[in-house]
């Protein structure tokens, strides 16, 4: 009886070791018929997945694209400011006069964004700001002529004072006789060159200015013509009156 059932025992194992070698065996031999169905399901799945892939690679090189080109505007910035500085110590070494289209050929535009009555000879609003490359102190022209300088900048406009505003003071230089005065104006779309000694021969049509003043405002920046004189007064200095070279009741844009 127990050798009975001790054979049947050993005829179960060994049919069962029998049905997982065959089992193996068929799946040994499916392998490549699995690799085959692995391959075409990847390869449908690629239809859905390959914009998103495309998307994904132009992200990265756009990215990598706007950070040399920031890098490199960054550069050219530094070195134009730099070549300024240069250009600004040699003219104070020679006492030569550079003028603005030395030191900026390739101004930008600007549009007037605003310009309200109340304030209409003192300021103007820009539709430039810090990403634009404006900042504070930086003149602004019109034709060629300097029409004002930048007095306060946000991130993308600018309010700019004009040359007529009477707190527009700087130093000007009248080119004929290089007498040195001050430019300001009245508030009433008047400019006026004061402190300028009496009895120089300055005369009507002799071109003014800009004096030394700064990196932003060098000299040599051109505002206008000698209209006449107004005054002289008993402190020995005379003040005369200018014709810009910009109609400043008449512009819609400006450069910088």
């Known amino acids: ?85 240069l250009r600004i110590d040699l003219a104070k070494l020679i006492g030569e006069k550079i003028y603005s289209e030395d030191i900026k050929p390739d101004r930008k535009t600007a549009r007037v964004a605003l310009r309200t009555p109340m304030s209409w000879w003192n300021e103007i609003r820009i539709d430039k700001g810090e990403i634009d490359s404006i900042s504070q102190g930086l003149p602004i022209f019109y034709n060629g002529y300097l029409l004002g300088r930048v007095s306060s900048v946000s991130t993308m406009s600018s309010w700019a004072e004009l040359i007529t505003s009477p ?56 505002i206008g013509k000698i209209a006449g004189e107004i005054s002289s007064g008993s402190d020995g200095y005379a003040t005369y009156k200018i014709e810009p070279g910009v109609d400043m009741s008449k512009f819609y844009t400006v450069n910088y």
Do not use: C
């Open 1 to 85: 009886m127990d050798s009975t059932r001790n054979t049947t025992r050993e005829l179960v194992h060994g049919l069962a070791a029998l049905i997982l070698a065959l089992f193996l065996l068929g799946i040994s031999s499916g392998l490549g018929l699995v690799k085959n169905i692995v391959d075409l399901w990847g390869a449908l799945l690629f239809i859905p997945e390959y914009p998103a892939v495309i998307m994904r690679d132009v992200f990265l090189e756009w990215r990598s694209w706007s950070r040399d080109k920031n890098s490199l505007n960054a550069e050219v910035i530094k070195l134009r400011e730099e070549n300024s500085r």
């Open 167 to 222: 707190s527009f003071m700087i130093p000007a230089v009248i080119e004929e006789t290089r007498e040195l005065g001050v430019i300001v104006g009245d508030g009433g779309g008047s400019v006026l060159l004061r402190y300028i000694p009496a009895g120089r021969g300055v005369k009507t049509g002799m071109r003014v200015s800009t004096a030394m003043i700064g990196e932003q405002l060098p000299p040599g920046l051109p």
